[in-house]
């Protein structure tokens, strides 16, 4: 089977795996914002996030010296994030709305990043060469770091961190969720930036370098002016 039909196996596993987070979410029937379930909300979040993973993937192509078109999952992240902070604005909703978005977004990346790994080469997501023992070698007879397995397994090591914290009815965890999501994933992906083959843009740093920097000081930031988390507390049954 080739890496691409393999890859897209997985995306559709990732869609298939942050579905079953929302369903779970929902059998803990826990308050989330209604905002966020609205119709111009979702429209306004996949435009940007279709926007923002195909015009930070093709730059980074690009500034790689390849090209072509391509997507990114960051990029995604940082189009959607955009997106949804001037549609709020523009609505005049002032309530935090991302809370029911950190399991599925843990999930369906830790899924998807395991497609990237299957592609091989063509996917340009492989690590830079490395002499470790537990170096893959995508196709090329050189080893490299699998920086698409340690994105995945810091995801889902969150994804596991999330569940338990909903089991355990952890108000801070629930309700800052997606800032935290974003936090881990932001930091995550710095660090295995140094450990690609991408085009600089400012000194050493990628521009994913610089867009991971971005997303976890708006997490930060977010985080800091969080109100103090109340109880949690499950909807009642219909």
Known sequence: MSGAVLHTIFDILAWLGAAAAVWWLSRRRLEFPAQSFQLPYIAALMFGAGLGAYLFGSANLWLSGQSGIARSVEGALAGGIVAIELYKWS?????????????????????????????????????????????HDFGDGVPRHPVQLYESTAMAVFALLYVLAVLNRNAFMVTNGFYLVLACYGAQRFLWEFLKP?????????????????????????????????????????
């Open 91 to 135: 609505a005049g909703i002032t309530v935090r709305t991302g809370a029911r978005f950190a399991l599925p977004l843990a999930l369906g990346i830790a899924i998807g990043r395991l497609g990237c790994y299957f592609a091989g080469l063509d996917d340009f997501t492989y690590g830079t060469p490395t002499a470790l023992p537990f170096g």
């Open 198 to 238: 991408y085009g600089p843009l400012i000194g050493p740093f990628t521009l994913f370098h610089l867009l991971s920097l971005s997303i976890l000081l708006y997490a930060a930031f977010m985080l800091a002016m969080a109100p103090k988390a109340r109880p949690v507390h499950e909807r009642a049954a219909a």
